[in-house]
């Protein structure tokens, strides 16, 4: 968005005008060293959504092996991977292109797809960190509702589907307004390495 005045910006539309009547409309982003015809938008520009577009970074193949971030992430710092918190069969992890801000998964160490291939430990914690993430972003965010939930499978929306994980999104009244809805735009407030330490903490103590 642009700082500056609008009277200014109207100026400039008419700075360098062929003759003394021909006055131009107000001259947005496009006008001003953008490209394209000009149509009274103003956008926000993501660039950094691209890589998300074109898939980078996502496993070639199920093995955890195979460039599998999850498998990745537990050998970085909790900084660079951006994890929340740390058990014994299961970690938090921020959510990298999340849809709120505070968006975590819960996810288990070992690379399974699907839920019934969770061993006793695995699901006991990932329903213990579940509570714990609930716990933190109501503290932390002050959360009104979430959502909770698994997409199993490619056909069911699973983004890496070879490696299970839990989502956990918070919500708040009016969060989902016409950015979204008619834009496609989700405006995120806070950096994730912010969120990251806001949400490790207010994470429960075990």
């Given at each position: ?95 990298l292109y999340p849809y709120n801000s505070g968006h975590l998964m819960v996810v288990p160490y070992r690379h ?33 509702g979430f959502n909770v939930g698994m997409n199993l499978g490619l056909v069911a929306g699973a983004g890496i ?46």
């Amino acid at each position: 968005m642009s700082a500056e005045p609008e009277e200014s910006v109207v100026q400039q539309g008419r700075e360098g005008a062929s003759g003394a009547g021909d006055e131009r409309g107000p001259r947005l982003e496009e006008q001003r060293g953008g490209a394209g015809a000009p149509d009274n938008f103003q956008r926000l520009w993501t660039p950094h959504r691209m890589a998300y577009i074109k898939g980078e970074n996502k496993p070639t193949g199920a093995g955890s092996g195979d460039g599998c971030p999850f498998c990745e992430i537990p050998g970085m710092s909790d900084e660079d991977g951006l994890v929340v918190a740390r058990g014994g069969s299961v970690f938090a992890v921020l959510n990298l292109y999340p849809y709120n801000s505070g968006h975590l998964m819960v996810v288990p160490y070992r690379h399974v797809a699907d839920y019934t291939d969770l061993d006793e430990a695995e699901y006991l914690e990932l329903a213990v960190f579940t509570q714990r993430a609930l716990a933190a972003l109501r503290k932390a965010s002050g959360a009104q509702g979430f959502n909770v939930g698994m997409n199993l499978g490619l056909v069911a929306g699973a983004g890496i589907a070879a490696h299970l994980h839990q989502h956990v999104v918070p919500r708040w009244g009016g969060d989902t307004n016409f950015m979204p809805v008619v834009g496609h735009t989700k405006v995120l407030p806070q950096l994730l390495r912010d969120t990251r330490q806001l949400l490790a903490d207010a994470w429960p103590a075990s």
